[in-house]
């Protein structure tokens, strides 16, 4: 029973259930009510229970949610079990870090393969991930189909590069190039970490604290 | 005329207006409409007017806003001219990637020093700012009193650090280690990124995209 429109608002607030809910299971938390998962993360417990229902029905009057359950029915709305994999454009501080830092895999992505034009990192390995030549990438991505392609490639090349990355059948660029990017293919989304709007939205917040 | 709560939806938007404005002033455009405005950036004319209004009088009718004057006006409300001052703790892949990519000035914040515990890094420089022992935290820090922390380091030191800037009069904790920090200082305000919240919120949209 998931409603047909989800707000953009309940699906940002949807990996932060995930993950409180996911340190409660790992803390070994087996039930926890609605209040509690509110206090816990800023919110009341109708909005959690408003949220919750735009994709069905979750916990019990009187018990409230069983922890790991839930869990793994927002990590199934959030498909994570799909085993989407990705692909890195883009291997300078900001994707070496993503490389060797982040773990894809815990948001049930897996990462085969990295891109880059500089010879010196071209056959290097970064935790498991082999760079290659962005000459390669059709090549590469006709033997491994990606779903997802990370840019952290210079703004001049963001552009060119997301074109190829959805020619070659990707659905989703995680954008971290802080420009917007130009992509009318049908079904194809964005999700830009822009790291300036991120710092100005801080100061302005610094600016207005009490 | 400022209102006195405005939404958080709006302070998110307000970057993102700043961006636009600039990128119109850097192409040399003196004006535009509110409907050529929406359409650059995904938003209705109305919805643009009404945004602005939390903030006072722009534009005229019939004239539309004048790109400089507006992106003064914005970059005044983002506190971009307060000459805000920064440190960075954790000079790892991720926090030298903001040391060498990400402009801090552009968003009108100085970054004055780095800080580290690894012995081959202190004593460094990237693009300029030297890396410190962590050790020299609060000694730096009443010699050059900074509003903002950007803390780039592993979780376990992340609400430990976190305490130490605040002690020293850090208002805002630029915070990307991926865990909710545990502050209650009055005044303070946190700015997450959230890089495994934005990933999976990109999973999401793959799964409903059409």
Redesign the interface.
């Known amino acids: 029973m998931r409603k047909d429109k989800?707000s953009s608002?309940v699906?940002?607030r949807?990996?932060?259930y995930?993950?409180h809910l996911n340190d409660l299971y790992l803390a070994g938390v087996e039930r926890i009510s609605s209040n509690a998962l509110g206090r816990s993360m800023g919110l009341t417990a109708s909005q959690i229970r408003q949220d919750l229902s735009c994709f069905g029905e979750f916990g019990q009057q009187g018990y409230g949610y069983n922890v790991e359950n839930l869990r793994g029915e927002i990590s199934d709305?959030?498909?994570?079990k799909?085993g989407?994999t990705a692909v890195l454009l883009g291997a300078?501080?900001?994707g070496?870090?993503?490389l060797?830092?982040?773990?894809?895999e815990?948001?049930?992505?897996t990462l085969t393969g990295a891109f880059d034009v500089a010879p010196p990192l071209v056959g290097q390995e970064f935790a498991g991930v082999s760079i290659h030549h962005v000459d390669q990438l059709e090549d590469y991505l006709s033997r491994h189909p990606a779903?997802?392609g990370v840019l952290t490639v210079p703004h001049s090349a963001a552009n060119r590069l997301a074109g190829r990355l959805v020619a070659c059948g990707v659905?989703?660029i995680?954008n971290f190039t802080n420009i917007e990017l130009d992509i009318s293919a049908?079904?194809?989304?964005v999700?830009n970490?822009?790291?300036?709007?991120?710092?100005?939205?801080?100061?302005?917040?610094?600016?207005?604290?009490?």
Chains 1, 2 share one sequence.
């Open positions: 989800v608002a699906i940002r949807l990996p932060r995930y993950r709305i959030l498909g994570m799909r989407h300078g501080n900001l070496r870090a993503l060797e830092n982040f773990h894809f815990r948001s049930g992505v779903m997802i659905k989703g995680w049908p079904g194809v989304v999700e970490v822009h790291f300036a709007d991120s710092l100005l939205a801080l100061s302005y917040m610094i600016s207005e604290a009490p």
